[in-house]
């Protein structure tokens, strides 16, 4: 439970949130806040992370492993529209906090471009090339407020389990450097499995290379699921819920948070089942596909 409302209730009336925000072809959704685009890096060949600042910051608070709603500005939709022969209508994409919010009024969010899939004639995916191929420093984007269920529930003394997918991590970029500024790292085994396909695709890695080296009781286990010959890779291999099942002695009363495409939370959360850690000490917003 968190304000009062059981879990249930909380998870629905979120999942309908989104929903609704989702289904905006004929309804407009409410933007409250705009933020300013100060910065942006290339992470890897088609991630990035774009630095942002709120125009006015009064009342907008949100606690990491959260996201926002962005809007994506109406021209592009139209131009988008025009080129692909689409239809989209208002297009907005929910975007995880990926740095902590003692940085407010500046934060992050680390976005993928989304690729069409694999034998399939359709258009990249529209929020994301906007940000890949046309935003810049200087342009506005109007947000929503923070919302989102994957949360750190409390300061047990047991340990953390954080398990993501590709852009996935994204959010735990943002929890990770707000246990670290809590010192939670000093109370609990904090373990961060983090599967992509190659090397290239590992975004922060040195970041999270370095917390593993310089806190003992952080445990940064990066898994590639197709390494590349060129990655002379002596890590973990396959699917990230292997290195977990080999890592993670159950039973124990760890938390895990969890964070990727439906099929990798399929897999993982049937390891966590076998090492005992119980549905209700598992933790990711249950909407759609990443
Ligand atoms: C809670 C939450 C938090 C998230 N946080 C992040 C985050 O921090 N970072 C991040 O990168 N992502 C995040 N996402 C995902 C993000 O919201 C978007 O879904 C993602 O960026 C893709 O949006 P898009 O508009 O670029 O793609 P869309 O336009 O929605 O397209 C998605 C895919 O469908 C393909 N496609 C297009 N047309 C067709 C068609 N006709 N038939 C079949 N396929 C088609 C596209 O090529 C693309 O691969 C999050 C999602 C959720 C639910």
Same mark, same amino acid.
């Given at each position: ?11 629905? +009336? ?23 685009? &100060? ?14 600042? @709120? ?18 500005? =109406? ?6 529209? /025009? ?8 297009? @907005? ?33 529209? +929020? ?8 810049? &420093? ?6 929503? =407020? ?36 809590? =010192? ?22 040195? /970041? ?35 290195? @977990? ?10 938390? +895990? ?32 596909? /990443?």
């Amino acid at each position: 439970m968190r304000n009062g409302m059981p879990r249930t209730v909380k998870r629905m +009336a979120g999942v309908l949130a989104v929903m609704a925000l989702a289904l905006v072809g004929t309804l407009r959704a409410q933007f409250d806040y705009r933020a300013k685009v &100060v910065k942006i890096e290339d992470l890897t060949h088609d991630v990035r992370r774009v630095g942002l600042e @709120l125009e006015k910051s009064e009342g907008f608070s949100f606690t990491p492993g959260q996201y926002v709603f962005v809007n994506i500005p =109406e021209y592009y939709v139209k131009q988008w529209n /025009r080129k692909y022969g689409t239809d989209h209508a208002q297009v @907005l994409r929910p975007y995880s906090f990926a740095s902590s919010s003692s940085k407010l009024p500046r934060f992050d969010v680390i976005i993928k471009w989304a690729r069409p899939p694999r034998n399939k004639d359709v258009p990249p995916g529209i +929020a994301s090339s906007f940000v890949h191929q046309h935003l810049r &420093v200087g342009d506005v984007l109007e947000i929503t =407020e923070p919302t989102g269920d994957l949360y750190l529930r409390a300061d047990t003394g047991e340990p953390i389990i954080i398990v993501a997918g590709g852009s996935g991590a994204a959010p735990f970029v943002s929890l990770l450097e707000y246990f670290f500024e809590r =010192e939670f790292d000093k109370n609990n085994e904090i373990y961060f499995f983090f599967g992509v396909r190659a090397k290239r695709d590992l975004f922060l890695h040195d /970041r999270f290379l370095a917390w593993d080296k310089s806190k003992p009781r952080f445990h940064y286990i990066p898994a590639l699921s197709h390494p590349r010959p060129e990655d002379n890779w002596e890590g973990e291999t396959g699917y990230v819920q292997i290195p @977990l099942d080999k890592r993670i002695k159950g039973p124990t009363g760890a938390h +895990a948070y969890l964070a990727g495409p439906p099929i990798m939370i399929k897999f993982v959360e049937e390891v966590l089942r076998s090492k005992g850690i119980t549905k209700d000490r598992t933790h990711y917003d249950e909407i759609e596909a /990443r």
